[in-house]
Protein backbone atom coordinates (compact mmCIF):
# COMPACT_ATOMS: atom_id res chain seq x y z
CA UNK A 1 0.00 0.00 0.00
CA UNK A 2 1.37 3.29 -0.98
CA UNK A 3 1.02 5.36 2.32
CA UNK A 4 1.36 9.29 2.18
CA UNK A 5 1.74 10.92 5.53
CA UNK A 6 0.88 15.08 5.06
CA UNK A 7 2.05 16.36 8.35
CA UNK A 8 1.84 19.66 10.29
CA UNK A 9 4.66 22.00 9.39
CA UNK A 10 4.52 22.91 12.84
CA UNK A 11 4.93 19.29 14.38
CA UNK A 12 7.67 18.16 12.03
CA UNK A 13 10.59 18.83 14.18
CA UNK A 14 9.68 16.59 17.23
CA UNK A 15 12.00 14.40 17.99
CA UNK A 16 8.94 12.29 19.36
CA UNK A 17 7.47 12.39 15.86
CA UNK A 18 10.29 11.57 14.09
CA UNK A 19 11.04 8.64 16.18
CA UNK A 20 7.56 7.34 15.45
CA UNK A 21 8.26 7.66 12.18
CA UNK A 22 10.88 6.05 11.34
CA UNK A 23 10.06 3.39 13.57
CA UNK A 24 7.02 3.04 11.10
CA UNK A 25 9.35 2.62 8.42
CA UNK A 26 11.17 0.01 9.75
CA UNK A 27 7.34 -2.07 9.04
CA UNK A 28 7.31 -0.46 5.29
CA UNK A 29 7.67 2.73 3.40
CA UNK A 30 6.01 5.54 5.03
CA UNK A 31 6.20 8.57 2.56
CA UNK A 32 6.40 12.32 4.55
CA UNK A 33 5.25 15.56 2.82
CA UNK A 34 5.26 19.14 5.19
CA UNK A 35 3.00 21.70 5.00
CA UNK A 36 4.68 25.36 5.41
CA UNK A 37 1.42 27.64 4.53
CA UNK A 38 -2.16 28.08 3.92
CA UNK A 39 -3.13 26.09 0.76
CA UNK A 40 -0.51 23.18 0.99
CA UNK A 41 -2.54 20.37 1.94
CA UNK A 42 -5.12 21.16 -0.93
CA UNK A 43 -1.67 20.77 -3.07
CA UNK A 44 -0.03 18.07 -1.25
CA UNK A 45 -3.82 16.21 -1.34
CA UNK A 46 -3.20 16.78 -5.39
CA UNK A 47 0.19 15.69 -5.71
CA UNK A 48 -0.86 12.29 -3.89
CA UNK A 49 -3.44 11.40 -5.89
CA UNK A 50 -1.73 12.37 -8.82
CA UNK A 51 1.33 9.82 -7.96
CA UNK A 52 -1.46 6.98 -6.51
CA UNK A 53 -1.43 7.23 -3.07
CA UNK A 54 -3.55 4.67 -1.93
CA UNK A 55 -3.90 5.90 2.20
CA UNK A 56 -2.89 9.38 3.19
CA UNK A 57 -2.10 10.02 7.11
CA UNK A 58 -3.32 13.55 8.44
CA UNK A 59 -0.43 14.11 10.64
CA UNK A 60 -1.83 17.45 13.19
CA UNK A 61 -4.92 17.97 14.84
CA UNK A 62 -8.89 18.18 14.60
CA UNK A 63 -7.91 21.34 11.78
CA UNK A 64 -5.78 19.20 9.98
CA UNK A 65 -7.81 16.25 9.33
CA UNK A 66 -10.54 18.78 8.23
CA UNK A 67 -8.53 20.51 5.91
CA UNK A 68 -7.54 16.79 4.60
CA UNK A 69 -10.75 15.52 4.39
CA UNK A 70 -12.22 18.56 3.26
CA UNK A 71 -9.70 18.39 -0.30
CA UNK A 72 -10.52 14.72 -0.98
CA UNK A 73 -14.26 16.08 -1.68
CA UNK A 74 -12.65 18.13 -4.27
CA UNK A 75 -11.85 14.56 -6.27
CA UNK A 76 -14.10 12.38 -7.65
CA UNK A 77 -15.33 9.69 -4.99
CA UNK A 78 -13.72 7.04 -7.19
CA UNK A 79 -10.15 8.84 -6.44
CA UNK A 80 -9.88 9.87 -2.97
CA UNK A 81 -7.26 8.06 -1.05
CA UNK A 82 -8.46 6.07 2.37
CA UNK A 83 -7.56 8.42 5.18
CA UNK A 84 -5.88 7.91 8.46
CA UNK A 85 -5.05 10.13 11.53
CA UNK A 86 -2.06 10.70 13.48
CA UNK A 87 -3.20 12.56 16.10
CA UNK A 88 -0.63 15.72 17.16
CA UNK A 89 -3.34 18.63 18.30
CA UNK A 90 -4.05 19.71 21.47
CA UNK A 91 -7.34 18.11 21.58
CA UNK A 92 -7.73 15.77 18.86
CA UNK A 93 -11.43 15.72 19.22
CA UNK A 94 -12.17 13.84 16.55
CA UNK A 95 -9.74 11.41 16.95
CA UNK A 96 -10.34 10.75 20.20
CA UNK A 97 -13.48 10.38 18.90
CA UNK A 98 -13.30 7.65 17.28
CA UNK A 99 -11.03 5.58 19.55
CA UNK A 100 -7.63 6.47 17.44
CA UNK A 101 -4.66 6.03 20.01
CA UNK A 102 -3.00 8.76 21.59
CA UNK A 103 -0.06 6.82 21.40
CA UNK A 104 2.00 8.11 18.52
CA UNK A 105 3.67 4.54 17.50
CA UNK A 106 0.37 2.60 18.09
CA UNK A 107 -1.31 5.14 15.53
CA UNK A 108 0.57 4.99 12.97
CA UNK A 109 0.51 1.09 13.29
CA UNK A 110 -3.52 1.78 12.87
CA UNK A 111 -2.64 4.14 10.00
CA UNK A 112 -0.55 1.39 7.88
CA UNK A 113 -2.33 -1.31 8.62
CA UNK A 114 -6.10 -0.59 9.79
CA UNK A 115 -9.54 -1.47 8.17
CA UNK A 116 -10.96 1.69 6.40
CA UNK A 117 -14.82 1.88 6.72
CA UNK A 118 -17.10 4.38 4.75
CA UNK A 119 -17.63 7.60 6.64
CA UNK A 120 -20.10 10.78 6.26
CA UNK A 121 -18.68 14.21 5.89
CA UNK A 122 -21.14 16.85 6.61
CA UNK A 123 -21.33 20.14 4.18
CA UNK A 124 -21.71 23.26 5.46
CA UNK A 125 -22.51 25.99 2.45
CA UNK A 126 -19.95 25.32 0.40
CA UNK A 127 -17.23 23.64 3.08
CA UNK A 128 -16.80 20.47 4.69
CA UNK A 129 -16.28 19.45 8.41
CA UNK A 130 -15.56 15.91 9.56
CA UNK A 131 -16.53 16.17 13.54
CA UNK A 132 -19.16 19.15 14.60
CA UNK A 133 -20.04 22.16 14.36
CA UNK A 134 -20.49 24.60 17.21
CA UNK A 135 -22.72 28.18 17.19
CA UNK A 136 -23.03 31.07 19.39
CA UNK A 137 -21.59 30.95 23.18
CA UNK A 138 -19.92 27.99 22.16
CA UNK A 139 -18.34 29.38 19.23
CA UNK A 140 -17.39 33.12 20.90
CA UNK A 141 -15.88 31.46 24.03
CA UNK A 142 -13.94 28.19 22.97
CA UNK A 143 -10.92 29.83 21.97
CA UNK A 144 -10.43 32.52 24.95
CA UNK A 145 -11.87 30.18 28.13
CA UNK A 146 -11.76 26.69 27.60
CA UNK A 147 -12.11 25.80 31.01
CA UNK A 148 -15.52 27.73 31.32
CA UNK A 149 -16.74 25.94 28.26
CA UNK A 150 -15.65 22.56 29.69
CA UNK A 151 -17.50 22.97 33.15
CA UNK A 152 -20.39 25.13 31.02
CA UNK A 153 -21.13 21.92 28.98
CA UNK A 154 -20.59 19.84 31.92
CA UNK A 155 -23.81 21.10 33.29
CA UNK A 156 -22.58 22.71 36.99
CA UNK A 157 -25.52 24.47 38.25
CA UNK A 158 -23.18 27.19 39.85
CA UNK A 159 -20.72 27.47 37.30
CA UNK A 160 -23.57 27.98 34.29
CA UNK A 161 -25.86 30.38 36.28
CA UNK A 162 -22.68 32.58 36.75
CA UNK A 163 -21.57 32.07 33.59
CA UNK A 164 -24.44 33.43 32.13
CA UNK A 165 -24.51 36.23 34.41
CA UNK A 166 -21.19 37.17 34.08
CA UNK A 167 -20.79 37.45 30.40
CA UNK A 168 -24.60 38.79 30.05
CA UNK A 169 -24.33 36.39 27.36
CA UNK A 170 -27.27 37.74 24.34
CA UNK A 171 -28.77 34.68 22.70
CA UNK A 172 -28.51 34.36 19.02
CA UNK A 173 -32.43 34.54 17.49
CA UNK A 174 -32.81 32.51 14.56
CA UNK A 175 -34.91 29.75 12.68
CA UNK A 176 -33.78 25.84 12.76
CA UNK A 177 -35.23 24.08 9.71
CA UNK A 178 -34.97 20.22 9.57
CA UNK A 179 -37.34 17.29 8.12
CA UNK A 180 -38.95 17.36 11.40
CA UNK A 181 -40.22 20.90 10.90
CA UNK A 182 -38.79 24.75 12.09
CA UNK A 183 -38.35 25.91 15.19
CA UNK A 184 -37.72 29.51 15.98
CA UNK A 185 -36.10 30.43 19.29
CA UNK A 186 -33.48 32.23 20.85
CA UNK A 187 -30.45 29.96 20.85
CA UNK A 188 -27.83 29.81 23.53
CA UNK A 189 -25.52 27.47 22.43
CA UNK A 190 -26.06 24.99 19.08
CA UNK A 191 -24.11 21.70 18.25
CA UNK A 192 -24.51 19.98 14.51
CA UNK A 193 -22.87 16.79 15.44
CA UNK A 194 -21.04 13.93 12.88
CA UNK A 195 -18.55 13.37 15.42
CA UNK A 196 -19.49 13.46 19.18
CA UNK A 197 -17.28 15.72 21.25
CA UNK A 198 -15.34 19.11 21.08
CA UNK A 199 -14.27 21.62 22.99
CA UNK A 200 -11.38 19.77 24.41
CA UNK A 201 -13.18 16.30 24.92
CA UNK A 202 -16.74 17.75 26.15
CA UNK A 203 -19.28 15.45 24.56
CA UNK A 204 -21.86 17.45 22.88
CA UNK A 205 -23.47 14.69 20.71
CA UNK A 206 -23.18 11.66 22.24
CA UNK A 207 -25.51 9.73 20.09
CA UNK A 208 -23.55 10.92 16.34
CA UNK A 209 -22.33 8.09 14.17
CA UNK A 210 -20.09 8.76 11.57
CA UNK A 211 -22.04 6.37 9.13
CA UNK A 212 -25.58 6.48 9.77
CA UNK A 213 -26.27 9.13 7.64
CA UNK A 214 -27.47 11.58 9.89
CA UNK A 215 -26.80 14.99 11.65
CA UNK A 216 -27.05 15.14 15.70
CA UNK A 217 -28.54 18.64 16.45
CA UNK A 218 -28.46 20.08 20.11
CA UNK A 219 -29.44 23.68 20.94
CA UNK A 220 -29.76 25.08 24.63
CA UNK A 221 -32.65 27.41 24.18
CA UNK A 222 -32.57 31.35 26.08
CA UNK A 223 -34.19 30.08 29.60
CA UNK A 224 -34.82 32.46 32.59
CA UNK A 225 -32.92 31.71 36.12
CA UNK A 226 -36.54 30.00 37.41
CA UNK A 227 -35.64 27.27 35.35
CA UNK A 228 -31.85 26.54 35.40
CA UNK A 229 -33.02 23.07 37.40
CA UNK A 230 -35.09 21.89 34.59
CA UNK A 231 -32.17 23.12 32.06
CA UNK A 232 -29.60 21.21 33.95
CA UNK A 233 -31.66 18.11 34.07
CA UNK A 234 -32.13 18.43 30.16
CA UNK A 235 -29.21 18.79 29.62
CA UNK A 236 -27.87 15.51 30.96
CA UNK A 237 -30.82 14.20 28.81
CA UNK A 238 -31.82 15.74 25.91
CA UNK A 239 -34.81 15.28 23.44
CA UNK A 240 -37.26 16.35 21.34
CA UNK A 241 -39.78 16.84 23.67
CA UNK A 242 -37.56 19.24 26.18
CA UNK A 243 -38.40 22.39 26.50
CA UNK A 244 -34.87 24.07 26.58
CA UNK A 245 -32.44 21.51 25.62
CA UNK A 246 -33.64 20.31 22.15
CA UNK A 247 -32.36 17.12 20.35
CA UNK A 248 -33.01 15.70 17.50
CA UNK A 249 -31.32 13.67 14.61
CA UNK A 250 -32.07 14.35 10.77
CA UNK A 251 -30.05 14.18 7.60
CA UNK A 252 -30.01 18.01 7.10
CA UNK A 253 -30.65 21.19 8.93
CA UNK A 254 -30.72 24.94 7.77
CA UNK A 255 -30.11 27.62 10.30
CA UNK A 256 -31.23 31.79 9.44
CA UNK A 257 -30.20 33.90 11.97
CA UNK A 258 -31.00 37.78 12.20
CA UNK A 259 -27.67 38.61 12.49
CA UNK A 260 -24.21 37.04 11.40
CA UNK A 261 -23.76 34.22 13.96
CA UNK A 262 -20.42 33.03 15.47
CA UNK A 263 -19.97 29.61 14.52
CA UNK A 264 -16.99 27.11 14.65
CA UNK A 265 -16.36 24.12 12.00
CA UNK A 266 -14.03 21.65 13.61
CA UNK A 267 -12.56 24.59 15.27
CA UNK A 268 -12.12 26.80 12.13
CA UNK A 269 -14.33 30.03 12.86
CA UNK A 270 -16.81 31.54 10.85
CA UNK A 271 -19.98 33.63 10.82
CA UNK A 272 -22.61 33.81 8.51
CA UNK A 273 -26.62 34.34 9.15
CA UNK A 274 -27.37 31.34 6.80
CA UNK A 275 -26.18 27.87 7.10
CA UNK A 276 -27.42 24.89 5.26
CA UNK A 277 -25.92 21.71 6.93
CA UNK A 278 -26.05 18.77 4.77
CA UNK A 279 -24.65 15.25 5.13
CA UNK A 280 -22.62 13.40 2.34
CA UNK A 281 -23.24 9.94 2.86
CA UNK A 282 -20.35 7.89 2.43
CA UNK A 283 -18.31 10.45 1.62
CA UNK A 284 -14.70 8.90 2.28
CA UNK A 285 -13.12 5.88 3.46
CA UNK A 286 -11.81 6.71 7.29
CA UNK A 287 -9.28 4.08 8.86
CA UNK A 288 -10.62 3.27 12.19
CA UNK A 289 -10.02 0.74 14.97
CA UNK A 290 -12.34 -2.23 14.53
CA UNK A 291 -14.08 -1.31 18.35
CA UNK A 292 -14.75 2.22 16.77
CA UNK A 293 -17.48 3.82 18.78
CA UNK A 294 -18.62 6.54 16.54
CA UNK A 295 -19.64 3.64 14.11
CA UNK A 296 -23.19 2.52 14.09
CA UNK A 297 -23.58 -1.50 14.29
CA UNK A 298 -24.40 -1.41 10.21
CA UNK A 299 -20.81 -0.54 9.43
CA UNK A 300 -18.82 -3.07 7.09
Known amino acids: MHVRIILNGKKAGL ?15 VEVRVTWEGG ?19 GGGDGTVNELAAALMGHPEASRPELAILPLGTANDFARGCGIPDDLNEALTL ?17 HFINMATGGFGAQITA ?15 TLNGLLQALRFSPYEGTLETPHGSLKAAAIVGAIGNGCQAGGGQVLCPNARINDGLLEVVALLAFPATALEQVISEIRAPGPDNQYVKWMQAPWAEYRGEDPTPINLDGEPISAR ?16 NDCPLLSPSAE
Open 40 to 58: DVARLVDEAIAEGCDRLVA
Open 111 to 127: ARSGNAVAVDLVKANER
Open 274 to 289: CVRFEVCPDAIRLVVP
Open 144 to 158: TTPTALKHFMGGGAY
Open 15 to 29: PAVRDAIECARQQGE
